[in-house]
């Protein structure tokens, strides 16, 4: 007897493989492998910080590689959630956003006087931070936003996939060594929402990619700050915490503040009342007009 698998056709075979739940765990699949390389280049080129960038710029390169020829030859599409258009604007804008609202929670905390610069270091001290930056952004976006939101998207609609990408998201940061279950839904509330909503208000993966990339890098290689309960790493700054958790965010870092709560969550609903008025939500498979 032929399996009925081996007796589909190409084209059958390309709709089950683009289907939802195979896209999150086939495509998902090849982009957490990449990701486990680049942890390994990271500790490998730990001692030389540029030709750890230059290794991971190289891996972001094939992560989008990977994503684009599997929308061409499985899905038969055209990713318009890396298209070119508008690229450098949203990138930009993203990028700027991203290290303004971080750089905003330091300086309350600065305001307060809980957050005390007492000197700078070199400016080498600000390149370690390249590749984490560069890493996290680039394959978190494509894994969480461009896989699991884009695909749950496609049959629950947009709100669902919101609300279930941004916990997935979120719970996943309880692997990092000085991670809380606070921390980790703090970032699936802030992080999450202001991501998702990126991704929502204008269809492309740019502008999450360059809040993303700007914030984590603007945290550990200027603040030195602790990046969603990893180890800390001196950056730029040298300076002295001391204050509640609730506003310092503890060793889970700023994520897990109210700041940062307040901060991004207002900034990503701001953005999804945007892509509201500008019709970009997708409603749910049952209740689209044919």
């Known amino acids: 007897m032929t399996s009925p698998l081996l007796s589909m056709s190409a084209a059958q075979a390309r709709r089950v493989l683009a289907a939802p739940p195979l896209r999150i765990v086939l495509l998902g699949a090849l982009l957490l492998v990449l990701m486990a390389l680049n942890g ?14 230059l290794h991971i710029i190289a891996m972001a390169i094939a992560g989008f590689a990977v994503y684009l020829g599997y929308a061409h030859f499985v899905e038969r599409r055209s990713a318009t959630e890396l298209g070119t258009t508008g690229l450098g604007r949203e990138l930009g804008t993203g990028l700027l956003i991203g290290a303004a609202l971080y750089a905003a929670c330091e300086g309350v905390l600065m305001v307060l006087g809980i957050y005390r610069i007492e000197g700078l270091n070199p400016w080498s001290y600000m390149l370690p931070a390249i590749a984490m930056a560069i890493s996290s952004s680039v394959f978190e976006e494509l894994l969480f936003r461009g896989v699991l939101f884009l695909s749950i998207e496609r049959w629950f609609g947009s709100w669902v996939a919101l609300a279930v990408s941004s916990l997935v998201f979120g719970l996943t940061h309880l692997v990092n060594p000085q991670a809380t279950l606070e921390g980790a839904l703090f970032i699936a509330v802030e992080a999450g929402i202001l991501l998702g909503a990126a991704l929502m208000l204008t269809r492309r993966l740019w502008l999450s990619i360059g809040f993303h990339m700007a914030w984590n890098y603007t945290q550990q290689a200027i603040f030195s700050g602790i990046v969603s309960g990893n180890d800390a790493a001196p950056g730029l700054i040298r300076s002295t915490i001391k204050g509640p958790d609730y506003l310092t965010g503890g060793d889970f870092g700023v994520e897990s503040s109210v700041l940062a709560l307040v901060l991004c969550t207002t900034t ?16 749910p498979i049952w209740k689209r007009t044919v």
């Open 268 to 283: 990503g609903i701001v953005m999804l009342v945007m892509a509201h008025r500008r019709g970009r939500i997708v409603a």
């Open 40 to 53: 390994d280049l990271m500790s490998s080129y730990g001692a030389e910080p540029l030709k750890a960038a």
